[in-house]
């Protein structure tokens, strides 16, 4: 009987022993690990343990996605805060994609100062993108008191770049935006001699990680993807330090 407690009271010592000698996995081996499971040519920028449920956010450019500490599972959607009902993921992606707003080169952009201007965007649209068409007929016809800055991100065609330079190379750039884009006026041909900033601007939106249009740039660095109505600009030019 002595024997058989000192056999349990031994086991019990070493099984205490091996959970201590467990640590959690590092997340370079995380990283290690997924990084091949996801595919050829994927490169998992950075994995970082989060704190909830044990999971561990994975970083692919400017996507969020989430595993476990063996890589075995794969979760790709948004994690809301039940309590808050913040979404997590989104105030992450966020984070990541803020800019410095005073790095933007303001002069490849067409400017328009509504009212006192004194709230400032940037705005990135192609001119035949029907989103952006519908931005500048409703929600920034309503909105006053801001200054936009547009830049002309020519990803849908080769037409776009054609509409670009015509309306960038007008004596009037923001009216000629506002005829093409409000009213469907075209802007006469461009003279030849006249040099537009596409290809820097759509360099800009690759290094930016624009994806589509319209995409919307805040003082703060922040940025809004696709259109927002007027009550959620609104919303936003609240939380933003201009």
């Given at each position: ?24 996995p590092s997340t370079e081996a995380i ?212």
């Amino acid at each position: 009987m002595r024997k058989s407690k000192s056999v349990l009271l031994s086991l019990s010592v070493l099984m205490a022993s091996c959970v201590g000698a467990q640590t959690p996995p590092s997340t370079e081996a995380i990283k290690k690990l997924i990084e091949p499971r996801l595919g050829v040519n994927v490169k998992v920028d950075s994995v970082t343990e989060t704190p909830y449920s044990g999971l561990y956010e994975v970083r692919i450019g400017n996507d969020i996605l989430y595993t476990d500490k063996t890589a075995t599972y794969l979760i790709n959607g948004h994690i809301f805060n039940l309590s808050t009902g913040a979404d997590l993921t989104r105030e992450r992606i966020d984070d990541i994609t803020k800019i410095k707003f005073s790095d933007l080169p303001l002069d490849k952009a067409i400017k328009t100062v509504k009212g006192d201007g004194s709230r400032v965007i940037a705005v990135f649209e192609d001119p035949n993108c029907g989103y952006c068409k519908r931005l500048r007929q409703t929600t920034l016809k309503e909105t006053d008191n801001v200054t936009i800055y547009t830049f002309m991100y020519n990803i849908l065609s080769d037409d776009s770049f054609v509409k670009s330079k015509n309306i960038w190379c007008s004596p009037d750039r923001s009216k000629a935006w506002d005829d093409w884009m409000v009213s469907g006026k075209a802007a006469p041909a461009a003279d030849a001699k006249c040099e537009a900033p596409n290809d820097e601007v759509v360099e800009l939106g690759h290094k930016l990680g624009i994806q589509g249009t319209p995409a919307i740039f805040f003082a703060d660095g922040s940025r809004i993807p696709g259109a927002i109505d007027a009550k959620s600009l609104e919303e936003k030019f609240s939380k933003v330090k201009q």
